[in-house]
């Protein structure tokens, strides 16, 4: 579809001058999205109006080796000018102590952690606990001398009964 823009330009002569400049306008069927990350050919795709990230994903080659599609919604559907990136494969601490090589910052044995003498990326690679809820188990530690029973977790702001029963199994109390 071309339109035709029309400008009448007077000159000091007033003697009309006529100027058509013409201006292609976009396809109303189609849109274009940006596709990138783990890819075969990342690059701007032109796909018809209603297409899903999948099939943006698709007209990019597919996804590249190490590619993880595993936390993106592939039936939704993608509008002009937007951008779809398939992330990279990232092993969990848990993926990585279930291969028997240690989370990063961690040289720890398989088993339960001691609440007593864990350091916080220790504590960080537990179910639910993260960098901020680690630190104040090792800031409750230092400020009340070490655990005497594990229930003392849900003392710590952010620690709740439900959470100190799922991490039960995975924690212990030494000396």
């Known amino acids: 579809m071309v339109v035709a823009l029309m400008t009448t330009v007077l000159r000091a002569r007033s003697t ?10 976009p396809d ?3 849109i ?3 596709v990138g990350g783990k890819v075969v050919a990342p690059g701007i795709y032109t796909l018809d109006r209603g297409s899903r990230i999948a099939e943006a994903i698709q007209a990019a080659g597919g996804e590249a080796k190490g590619g993880d599609t595993s936390s993106l919604p ?4 993608v509008q002009d000018g937007d951008q779809v990136v398939v992330p990279e494969i990232r092993p969990t601490p848990k993926a990585a102590e279930s291969r028997g090589t240690p989370a990063p910052g961690t040289t720890r044995e398989a088993g339960p952690i001691d609440l007593n003498h864990a350091v916080a990326t220790e504590l960080d690679a537990l179910p639910g606990i993260g ?11 230092d400020t ?7 229930d003392q977790l849900a003392e710590i702001r952010g620690i709740s009964e439900r959470m100190v029963e799922i991490l039960r199994p995975l924690i212990t109390i030494r000396p």
């Open 28 to 30: 109303p069927s189609t």
């Open 74 to 77: 592939m039936a939704a559907v």
């Open 32 to 34: 274009r999205v940006y």
């Open 144 to 150: 009340n001398g070490p655990f005497t029973s594990i």
């Open 131 to 141: 960098p901020t809820l680690a630190a104040r188990i090792v800031e409750y530690r």
């Open 16 to 25: 009309p001058t006529v100027v058509l400049n013409v201006v292609e306008a």
